[in-house]
């Protein structure tokens, strides 16, 4: 299990409130498991991995009647619909990988923009591949994926006929509603479920992130035994060492002190992405009412050597959260050199892994020095397991937070807003006064 350590950020907390909010924290988890909170009618993510295994079964069966035979595989969704899988992918395959653990078929993504630009350089990507798509809405109405599938539908049918086009098509979407479902009713389109009550920042685990993960070559059963494991101990664990009660408590502590900003750090490119699906995950459930975190993410090292000065010295409305992972096996040393001209020699044999790793404490004592609160939390390495484990965990904490914060962690009527105005400025009938 991951280790979650908070002294860099309680020590900003007079123990008063601490305790007061550890106490608020424990509400908010009964408050959760009771079923009596906002929004609780989408709590089906909460034991979600004990009900997927004929999903892990459906997901494997597709991905392996596809690997070989097919190039490239085009992931279309946004949001919650895409964030998850794009999340797992960029973690668990090889850096250079050009999307996925294996080199056929090569994962992309799409109807996560609108951009012209991207659309033709993905049309041309695809202009002399075998390729199939895996369609992620789970209204089935979200305007950027469905104009992908329209564009990619209409290239594939072009090319590769009615037949073949059905054949190479999945639909992840809602079990009997909205215009997917019926997309896939009339075209006999194959199709996965997405449960009722299950939102898309919280899908994840389910078939909305389990087909496209599996699709890449990840062994989505351990994926979903990390979650499974993270479950069994966080719902279990009474007590205010238990992970999610700590953090909870402690991001509503240092935000009714003043932070508004929740900086959420790394120390290895293959979790950009995770700093992408947290930034999801805790703006949607807890940026309403006029309150909230505002989540940002960093990618460290790189970053110290530019917003790193506004964190070390600009205004201190923030704090951090850093993911810290270790290494494969392999190790990478600081090699003999035929002189010491660039001074390195003090790190003669010394591993790269233990220089970001100080290069991470570093960063801790210099930030925390300079009034920035640091929580951080250490899995061994990235795979499937841990990022089983990331994702309940966050998840978990997202929604005891946002029950502290007095927030319903489950809707998104801000986001409802961009939707409609977007709709009334294009002229969607209906929309249009
Ligand atoms: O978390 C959410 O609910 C959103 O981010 C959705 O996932 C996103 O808007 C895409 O919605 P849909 O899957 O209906 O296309």
Known sequence: MFKLFTDCATRFIPEKSMKVLLGEAHEAMELLLSGKGKGADMRGWIDLPLYVDDVIKECNEIASSWAGKLDAVVVIGIGGSYLGAKCALKALSHTFSLGGMKPKPVIVFGGYSLSE????????????????VIVISKSGTTTEPAIAFRILKKVMLERFGPEVTRERIVAVTDGEKGALREMCKKYGYRSLAVP????????????????????????????VEGAKDAMNVLLNDKSDENPVIQYAAIRNALYRQGKKIEVFVNYNPKLKYLGEWLKQLFA??????????????????????SVGQYIQDGERTMFETAILAGSREVEVKIPEAEDN??????????????????????????????????????IDKVDEWNMGQLFYFFELSCAVSAYILGVNPFDQPGVDVYKNELYRLLGRPGYTD
């Open 341 to 378: 001209l660039d001074g390195l020699d003090y790190l003669k044999g010394r591993t790269l892994e233990e220089i970001n790793s100080k290069a991470e404490t570093g960063t801790r004592l210099a930030h925390v020095s300079g009034g920035v609160p640091n929580i951080y939390l250490k």
């Open 284 to 305: 949607e459930s807890e940026g309403k009412e006029t309150k909230g975190l505002f989540p940002a993410s960093l990618d460290l090292t790189t970053d110290l050597h």
């Open 196 to 223: 009722n009550a299950v939102g898309g920042r919280y899908s994840v685990l389910s078939s909305v992130g389990l087909l496209p993960i599996a699709m890449a070559g990840c062994d989505i059963r351990r994926f």
């Open 117 to 132: 630009d991207y659309m033709s350089d993905l049309l041309g990507y695809l202009k002399d591949k075998e390729f199939g």
